[in-house]
């Protein structure tokens, strides 16, 4: 007989993803090592259950109050008379105000837990996320991520609190009601509260559980709004440049319709809980003032008896209302983290090798030994690529797009590993040094430089945090952008806007050499650093480009031929594999093709000169 068809049930899922997510948080509460941690989570316990004890005990008072007044001291008289009905309201009060206190001195000693666990997963999810591979960035969508970091993380405070402060107290308060009712009154009081608990607590929760997966839609249709939003005005000038703000609006408000849908059914689910919970407890509390009506008829019990168990019906009903909004909102905070886990289980596509020591970066000397590389296994970029850069060398790799230039620079900074073959930095292959001892002897100017919306002190000085202001100014005159930065009204501390939008092409590139020139790496990757700017401004900047490879290994990624020319050697990429290497001179003689790329470009340029 065939197997039967396993069937996808998203409860069980959702169940085992909470549980999952509760096993992450716990260590949280009761880390080892950290003993100041278990000590606040023992003394607000204590001060819990002292708080919950008074509470139980406080009708006790009500009723001796009301005896008191109404002469029906009973079998009580002696400790209700010597009190007096005024001491046992001035009691009853203070046993009121002990159970805040006692609450508020719990959630103070608490606070300091609860804070360290937001902040230590915060850190563990923003380092994970920069661990992260680069095939992981370019596919996400950053709005979208920053709202699952952002629920995620304020849902740890919640749910350490709610669950150490909420669920096992309220079970403890409710047992011991439970055990008054059944030791002062009589085995039918218990039995009408236990069978309203139990048919409160299950209705509350399969309606809940039917809300979390509303509340689920609610957050999907959330997270797509806001990255529509940001990713708009992420692309701001794009939208403007091809009018299209009302079709971003029609898009946005696309999203938006599905939260609106999402959040009203949760508003109407709501209504439905709020009113299934009241009718519940009602029944219950009606179910009991009648017995305790009938006992007072029969002389069974006083009148303070009546106020005692109808003061025990409202402290059960308030913490089961609370019930209902407590168990929603763990079931959201789980969801919420749930998310936020997968995102801290995503693998990292490049890790370092247990004990991989750093790179010996001596010489500088770069060697690509047949390379084999595809972003995809069934299309393959590289196919073989064989070269090496000496000590203080210079190699520039041109071609056509597509043809693996760029895909070079990622897999020599180890955004990616090879497929085949091996990439070596003084015979030291890349895979077996630590990244973080890789990327710092190798710095970069990229085709667009993105700087922080900062300062310009702040983005010179990332390349060396540790830096000197004279070091940092140093920079940027070899960079020729001290005198324009010192122009400015605000010198270095002039604010360079979202991505330096507002500096220039060439302002921000320059910003860019000064910040790598500060980083002084042996190896120098030109990543196309120079072919977004104009004519005009690339020329300006090149002698800056060609002092800072003095004395460095540069490898430079080129789309513009003319500034390639004075490279020791020049290899010509075309799909993936290598069809001419050589100096400028000897590649034109060949007149091969990198003679006919040569010949294009000047041709292109000569007819933008006449054009002029």
């Known amino acids: 007989m065939p197997p ?6 998203p409860d069980q899922k959702m169940r085992a993803s909470g549980w999952r997510t509760i096993r992450r948080v716990v260590p949280y509460l009761w880390p080892d090592g950290q003993g100041w941690v278990k000590r606040r989570v023992v003394i607000a316990l204590g001060f819990l259950v002292v708080a919950r004890l008074i509470s139980v005990a406080t009708p006790f008072l009500y009723k001796g109050a009301v005896d008191s007044l109404t002469g029906e001291t009973g079998n009580d008289a002696a400790w209700m008379l010597a009190i007096g009905a005024i001491g046992l309201t001035v009691a009853y009060g203070m046993a009121r105000m002990m159970t805040v206190g006692f609450q508020q001195l719990r959630d103070a000693v608490f606070a300091k837990v609860g804070q360290r666990a937001l902040r230590r997963l915060a850190l563990e999810t923003f380092t994970h996320i920069h661990r992260l591979s680069m095939r992981y960035h370019i596919t996400r969508k950053t709005g979208g991520l920053s709202r699952i970091i952002e629920r995620g993380v304020k849902g740890v405070e919640f ?24 030791v002062v009154f009589d085995v039918w009081y218990l039995a009408i509260v236990m069978a309203t608990i139990a048919t409160y607590v299950w209705f509350t929760f399969k309606v809940t559980e039917w809300r979390v997966r509303i509340r689920k839609q609610m957050n999907d249709q959330d997270t797509d709004a806001n990255q529509k939003a940001i990713d708009s005005l992420l692309n701001f000038e794009t939208v403007k440049y091809f009018g299209a703000e009302s079709r971003e609006a029609a898009r946005y408000d696309s999203a938006m319709a599905g939260y609106e849908q999402a959040a009203l059914k949760t508003s109407y689910s709501l209504a439905a809980l709020n009113f299934g919970q009241s009718l519940l407890i009602s ?20 009148v303070g008896d009546f106020v005692m168990v109808n003061a025990y019906m409202i402290q059960i009903t308030m913490p089961l209302n609370f019930l209902g909004t407590v168990y929603r909102e763990i079931r959201q905070s789980l969801v919420d983290m749930g998310e936020m886990f997968d995102l801290l289980e995503q693998p990292a596509e490049v890790a370092d090798k ?8 001596d010489k500088g000397q770069v060697e690509l030994r047949d390379v084999v590389f595809g972003y995809e296994a069934a299309r393959p970029i590289l196919k073989g690529v064989s070269l090496k850069v000496p000590s203080g060398g210079s190699i520039a790799i041109v071609g056509p797009s597509g043809s693996g230039k760029s895909t070079i620079g990622r897999l020599l900074f180890r ?33 667009d430089t993105v700087l922080f919306n900062d300062t310009i002190l702040y983005n010179i000085a990332y390349g060396r945090p540790e830096a000197t202001r004279a070091e940092i100014e140093a920079a940027a005159r070899a960079a020729k952008i001290h005198d324009f930065v010192t122009a400015l009204p605000d010198g270095y501390q002039t604010m360079v806007g979202e991505r330096g939008l507002k500096l220039s092409g060439g302002e921000k590139q320059r910003v860019g050499i000064a910040r790598t020139l500060l980083k002084n790496p042996p ?28 004395g460095r290994t540069v490898l430079t990624i080129a789309h513009r031929l003319s500034t390639i020319v004075d490279a020791d050697e020049i290899v010509v990429l075309e799909d993936g594999v290598i069809v001419e290497r050589g100096r400028h001179e000897a590649l034109l ?5 990198y003679a006919a790329m040569w010949q294009r470009q000047k041709a292109g340029e000569d007819a933008d000169q006449a054009a002029a």
């Open 523 to 550: 190896i120098l990757l030109l990543d196309e650093a120079t072919s977004a700017l104009d004519s005009e401004t690339e020329a300006s900047i090149q002698s800056e480009l060609k002092a800072m490879g003095q």
């Open 354 to 361: 247990p004990g991989a020591p750093d790179l010996r970066c």
């Open 415 to 447: 955004f990616y590993d090879v497929n085949g073959g091996a990439l070596l930095i003084d015979g030291q292959d890349v895979r077996d040094v630590t990244q973080d001892s890789l990327h710092a002897q190798i710095g970069v100017v990229p085709q």
């Open 4 to 9: 039967r068809p396993t069937t996808f049930d």
């Open 589 to 593: 003689e060949r007149n091969g093709r």
């Open 159 to 182: 749910l350490l609190r709610f669950l150490l402060f909420s669920i096992g107290p309220l079970v403890l308060e409710l047992l011991m009601i439970a055990v008054v009712l059944f």
């Open 283 to 302: 029944s219950g509390l009606i179910g009991v003032m009648v017995l305790a009506a009938l006992g007072v008829q029969s002389g069974q019990l006083t």
